[in-house]
């Protein structure tokens, strides 16, 4: 079971309107950090998926 204030993956790549490899690309470039789960099935904070979410609208409208 997931913790609150928690993503799944497949929520977090929702989120930011891409897959499931782009969020895999974000955590391996640093952009995102998993804050829990396994290895398998990580999840992300909701905070740090807020924070991308509104950067990534920011860059855009700029």
Known sequence: MIRPG?????????????TLEGVRKLVQRGHLERSGGTPRQPWYAVKDVTALVVKRATTKAA
Request: proline share 0%; no cysteine; charged share 10%.
């Open 6 to 18: 928690h993503l799944t993956a497949h929520q977090t790549a929702r989120q930011l309107g891409i």
